[in-house]
Nanobody, 123 residues
């Protein structure tokens, strides 16, 4: 079982910055894609940014140019640097880690989620 712990959330004013961190521990096996999602109040969960094992990144259009995702594979950590925050960025931010393991018999894929950290941006 994988345990994900997010940190770095908080309350900032519009234009401010925050850096989110997520640490994976436990039965991680091989980590593939790591990413951040968010769920604004009363809305569906949406993808914010992901980074694969080769370092390729993908961002939601709404955060391009403002957010930067990075990972430290040696430490099983993923980060999200958020600059020029806007009130519409207010949400619970969740860390996601996709991993897999291969046995002699079969392969298994895992989709792991953290509990989330609150980000609140005031105007």
């Amino acid at each position: 079982q994988v345990h994900l712990v997010e940190s770095g959330g908080g309350s900032v004013q519009s234009g401010g910055s925050l850096r989110l961190s997520c640490t994976a521990s436990g039965s991680i096996f091989v980590i593939d894609t790591m990413g951040w999602y968010r769920q604004p109040p009363g809305k569906e969960r949406e993808k914010v940014a992901v980074i694969d094992s080769g370092g390729r990144t993908e961002y939601a259009d709404s955060v391009k140019g403002r957010f930067t995702i990075s990972r430290d594979s040696a430490k099983n950590m993923v980060y999200l640097q958020m600059n020029n925050l806007k009130p519409e960025d207010t949400a619970v931010y969740l860390c996601n880690v996709e991993s897999h393991r291969v046995t002699e018999i079969d392969s298994y894929d895992y989709d792991n989620w953290g509990q989330g950290t609150q980000v609140t941006v005031s105007s």
